[in-house]
């Protein structure tokens, strides 16, 4: 497993931007999918982005696709979340999880390292 500590979380108006970064520990992180799920209050947790270990493939969920970006940079261990043209209804705690390998980035249940969170606010 891989430690995860997330930052850039925030309050941004209608239509703006946040970037989310997530720094990773270890020497072999290229070797992890990464994923940003989110839990809006009251409401079940999602997965809205994922991006392979050598950041070809990535996966957003249709609720993000065309407004958010994820990209990694494995030789400063992070991961980056784009995110353009917020909506209130992105207003979530935000995660960023790893799993070993690359087997699937849509299946939430492979992802076993997570990060403590951090709040994203979108008012309107």
């Known amino acids: 497993q891989v430690q995860l500590v997330e930052s850039g979380g925030g309050v941004v108006q209608a239509g703006g931007s946040l970037r989310l970064s997530c720094a990773a520990s270890?020497?072999?992180?290229?070797?992890?999918?990464s994923g940003w799920f989110r839990r809006p209050p009251g409401k079940e947790g999602e997965l809205v982005a994922a991006i392979g270990g050598s950041g070809v493939t990535a996966y957003y969920s249709d609720s993000v696709k065309g407004r958010f970006t994820i990209s990694r940079d494995n030789a400063k261990n992070t991961v980056i979340l784009q995110m353009n043209s917020l909506k209130p209804e992105d207003t979530a705690v935000y995660y960023c999880a790893a799993q070993y390998g690359s087997l699937s980035l849509r299946n939430s249940a492979l992802y076993n390292s997570w990060g403590q969170g951090t709040q994203v606010t979108v008012s309107s």
């Open positions: 270890g020497r072999t992180f290229s070797m992890y999918a």
